[in-house]
């Protein structure tokens, strides 16, 4: 009986280990990157905070231009919106409850030159996260 039991713990170890693909978690070779925004800061009016950054001068020529900026909207810790702002725009409104606490989660997202793409990676690349919270 005990080895019944043996053999199947071992079946059963080897068959989940086998079951992924390790090469998608594996494969970081990508060598393409953005750096992050710069100077980001806020303004609180109200319920409207205005945040601002400045785009680096040291983007890469292998990405498309004009890059855009993703913010990610955290409301309460609680993921809520992405907003993108296009065309190296350097700030946006966004309207808040003031009752509630906020994280603004802020990338640049600039795309590969059809020179760069390599075949079965995305042509999409986001920068390091800059992040500012509002209580």
Known sequence: MKNVVK????FAV????GCYDRSVIDSKEFGFSLPAVENLKYAKQGDVVTLTWQI????PDYFKRPVDASIQI??????RNIIIVSNEDTSTDITIDTSKKYRFVVKLL??????????GKTDRVYSEAKVIEIQ
């Not at 680096?56 to 983007?59: E, G, T």
């Not at 600039?110 to 075949?119: H, P, R």
Request: proline residues 4%; without cysteine; aromatic residues 14%.
């Open 56 to 59: 680096p001068a040291n983007i």
């Open 110 to 119: 600039g795309y590969l030159t059809d020179e760069a793409i390599e075949d």
């Open 14 to 17: 080897i068959l989940f280990t």
């Open 7 to 10: 053999f199947i713990l071992t």
């Open 74 to 79: 955290v409301e309460d810790d609680i993921y």
